[in-house]
């Protein structure tokens, strides 16, 4: 008996655990299956990415100060960051990635580069 591939439901032919009949007919079948997860990966990469870049194109020297506004005005997503460190006396500093930010009095924040 002939099994069909359940994307393009032609025959397939090849091995008896053959599922599909060709690597496209396979990918299109696994991407459709993973589209939601993957998108919502994909979406919060993407914030990730441009917090990242915000803060590095901010903070070229690797330590300096700049205002909420700025960050705001750049496209910045305070709700997206890899990591957060407390230090001993209890500040804390966000992350994404090596670039983080400190949130100090007035909207002002700190920017630091996490030496590695």
Not at 71 to 84: E, P, R, Y
Request: one cysteine or more; a positive charge; proline letters at 3%.
């Amino acid at each position: 008996m002939a099994k069909e591939c359940p994307v393009c439901k032609d025959k397939i032919i090849g091995r008896a655990d053959k599922k599909f009949c060709s690597d496209y007919c396979r990918n299109a079948f696994n991407n459709q299956l993973n589209k939601d997860s993957k998108n919502l990966v994909r979406n919060i990469n993407n914030r990730l990415r441009k917090n990242y870049r915000i803060l590095e194109e901010l903070n070229p020297n690797d330590k300096t100060k700049t205002t909420r506004t700025k960050l705001i005005a750049k496209g910045f997503d305070f709700q997206h960051f890899t990591s957060i460190y407390t230090t001993k006396v209890g500040t804390i500093y966000y992350f994404v990635y090596d670039q983080g930010y400190l949130p100090l009095e007035n909207e002002f924040y700190a920017l630091v580069k996490r030496n590695s």
